[in-house]
T-cell receptor, first 116, second 115 residues
Framework: AQTVTQSQPEMSVQEAETVTLSCTYDTSESDYYLFWYKQPPSRQMILVIRQEAYKQQNATENRFSVNFQKAAKSFSLKISDSQLGDAAMYFCAYRTSQGGSEKLVFGKGTKLTVNP | EPEVTQTPSHQVTQMGQEVILRCVPISNHLYFYWYRQILGQKVEFLVSFYNNEISEKSEIFDDQFSVERPDGSNFTLKIRSTKLEDSAMYFC?????????????FGQGTRLTVV
């Protein structure tokens, strides 16, 4: 079974600075999807960014980018120019690309605090 | 922008009672899911539903739970005889089909409190 590990329970960053959240995963599959979800205090799950494993290019969405290292099974999230609104729980998630299983497997999350 | 809608936002129920959590997935999506998040813990998969039947379920999803798509728009999670440990945030999600089925969109969640 696939597992997702987020080794940083909490992180903090100064406003306008850059922060990197770590995620590693374990799988025997060669093709899959990886996601970062943001959960603000409202507790809604909001998709931040996704990466297809077959793509070598790292995904980017405005201030959010990932460092996808397939061989190392690492998928870190970099937030540039951090804003107060970025404060939230961030969850890394894995999904197989094989048919028959569409579920997401989540890590335990990293709580990000943004200091003014 | 289309979104997944869940009702109610907060449900308080007495232990042993039955609850039904409701969800309206995004209209052209074909895969539907329920996830659970106990306070302070990670989000856990409960069940996925496709083509009017359960396609996958976790070990958490035992006989106490059931899902239904009673009409063309709603997707419900029923919890029979609730227990204190069922208190959690329940998230509904939906995703598309084929090449569009790469990401799940989540509702805002229903906070279930069992007393």
């Amino acid at each position: 079974a696939q597992t997702v590990t987020q080794s940083q329970p909490e992180m903090s960053v100064q406003e306008a600075e850059t922060v990197t959240l770590s995620c590693t995963y374990d799988t025997s599959e060669s093709d899959y999807y990886l996601f970062w979800y943001k959960q603000p205090p409202s507790r809604q799950m909001i998709l931040v960014i996704r990466q297809e494993a077959y793509k070598q290019q790292n995904a980017t969405e405005n201030r959010f980018s990932v460092n996808f290292q397939k061989a190392a099974k690492s998928f870190s999230l970099k937030i540039s120019d951090s804003q107060l609104g970025d404060a939230a729980m961030y969850f890394c998630a894995y999904r197989t690309s094989q048919g028959g299983s569409e579920k997401l497997v989540f890590g335990k999350g990293t709580k990000l605090t943004v200091n003014p | 922008e289309p979104e997944v809608t869940q009702t109610p936002s907060h449900q308080v129920t007495q232990m042993g009672q039955e609850v039904i959590l409701r969800c309206v997935p995004i209209s052209n999506h074909l895969y539907f899911y329920w996830y659970r998040q106990i306070l302070g813990q990670k989000v856990e998969f409960l069940v996925s539903f496709y083509n009017n039947e359960i396609s996958e379920k976790s070990e958490i999803f035992d006989d106490q739970f059931s899902v239904e798509r009673p009409d063309g728009s709603n997707f419900t999670l029923k919890i029979r005889s609730t227990k204190l440990e069922d208190s959690a945030m329940y998230f509904c999600a939906s995703s598309g089909s084929g090449s569009m089925n790469t990401e799940a969109f989540f509702g805002q969640g229903t906070r279930l409190t069992v007393v």
